[in-house]
Nanobody, 118 residues
């Protein structure tokens, strides 16, 4: 069972940037496809970015051009660089192992809160 620990969230003004990190342990990180989800109050959790085991990336339309997902297999860590943040990006952000269908697989971490003020 892979354990995931997210960090890097905080309060930022609109237009600002944050970099989220997710440290993984308990599995063979380099073979996993990974993703970042977010959940805003009263809304369903949504996948915003994914990265395959070989580095192929994809993004939700709402974050394309502003967010960048990356990974460091030597550190068992996946990152989410978030630029040009908007108030609607406010949410709890979770990283996730992605299964064959490209959706969440396994346990969730505790998440990290991102709050963007206008």
């Amino acid at each position: 069972q892979v354990q995931l620990v997210e960090s890097g969230g905080g309060l930022v003004q609109a237009g600002g940037s944050l970099r989220l990190s997710c440290a993984a342990s308990g599995g063979i990180f380099r073979v996993y496809n990974m993703g970042w989800y977010r959940q805003a109050p009263g809304k369903q959790r949504e996948l915003v970015a994914g990265i395959s085991s070989v580095g192929t990336t994809n993004y939700a339309d709402s974050v394309k051009g502003r967010f960048t997902i990356s990974r460091d297999n030597a550190k068992n860590t996946v990152y989410l660089q978030m630029n040009s943040l908007k108030p609607e990006d406010t949410a709890v952000y979770y990283c996730s192992v992605l299964g064959n269908a490209g959706t969440h697989f396994g346990a969730w971490g505790q998440g990290t809160q991102v709050t963007v003020s206008s």
